[in-house]
């Protein structure tokens, strides 16, 4: 019983991380596309 519930911990906090990351990665996109904008605006 308590392996499944460090299975299902472990697998959310995973889960967790792997949008974490994902949500960094886009933001990071988002900012570069902007300035890139900004830039080519001018």
């Not at 990665?25 to 904008?37: H, K, Q, S």
């Amino acid at each position: 019983m308590n392996d499944i519930i460090l299975t299902i911990a472990y697998g959310v906090a995973l889960g967790i991380g792997i949008y974490k990351v994902v949500a960094i990665v886009t933001a990071t996109l988002f900012t570069i596309a902007a300035e890139l904008w900004q830039y080519r605006g001018r």
